[in-house]
């Protein structure tokens, strides 16, 4: 009975699209510009709760899929005349971000911080975080008369934290089928698609598996 529940699921659940699972919320503040007036992040009033849980409310960034680092903020819109005073907070010192809709965390994996604010994408029995890490790659240019130069090609590196009563689990892209095939042992249709490497069933894939997951579990409490 289990199994025939668990792949029902499988068939028919599919995933909201990423902009109905986190909604935006018309409170925009401010943008700021970086060099050659490039877009760098939009503020928005939220709070966010230090790790000496101290509560600030301020303008803060809420366009990405995690940060790192620092964070920036403003206690007045920025974007505006006068300019207003830039503040930064170190990534260590910050527990939780609430902005625009979003919920961003400072996750801990065996008991050490990931050292990123990463942006949650799924609430349920299993939380499911990301952070998009920004990085670029050599890439040789060959230059009549002048040998090769090396350029940098730009991509984007995704990290899934999951989490599951208080557990943070790091899906590492390499062992992604045997982590998730057993993360999903108890919904057997579903680990053995994640093992076989089913179409859909891939790291790029994993809010949608998740999701499928975690509406599973929540068919076994009806």
């Known amino acids: 009975m289990i199994l025939a529940r668990c792949t029902a699921c499988l068939l ?25 007036g490039k877009f760098t992040d939009t503020f928005y009033l939220g709070a966010f709760t230090a790790t000496d849980s101290t509560k600030i409310q301020a303008y803060l960034p809420a366009t990405r899929n995690g940060y790192e680092r620092a964070i920036d903020y403003f206690e007045t ?9 830039r503040y930064s907070l170190n990534i260590i010192q910050v527990h939780t971000m609430r902005v625009h809709g979003r919920y961003y965390e400072n996750l801990f994996v065996d008991d050490e911080s990931i050292d990123v604010l990463a942006l ?49 689990l790091k899906v590492r892209r390499g062992k992604f089928a045997e982590q998730l095939s057993a993360y999903f042992a108890d919904c057997p249709a579903l680990a053995q698609a994640v093992a076989r490497g089913d179409e859909h069933c891939r790291f790029r894939d994993t809010p949608r598996l998740v999701a499928q997951y975690n509406q599973y579990l929540e068919s076994l409490r009806k």
């Not at 028919?12 to 919320?25: C, D, I, N, R, T």
Request: aromatic share 10%; hydrophobic share 35%.
């Open 120 to 168: 949650r994408v799924l609430r349920g029995p299993v939380e499911l975080f990301t952070y998009a890490e920004p990085q670029s790659v050599p890439v040789p240019i060959p230059v009549p008369g002048a040998g090769m130069l090396v350029g940098g090609a730009s991509y984007i590196n995704t990290h899934w934290y999951l989490r599951r009563q208080g557990t943070v």
């Open 77 to 85: 819109p920025p974007g505006r005349q006068p300019h207003p005073k």
């Open 12 to 36: 028919w659940f599919s995933l909201p699209a990423l902009g109905q699972v986190l909604p935006a919320a018309a409170d925009t503040a401010g943008y700021v510009k970086g060099g050659y």
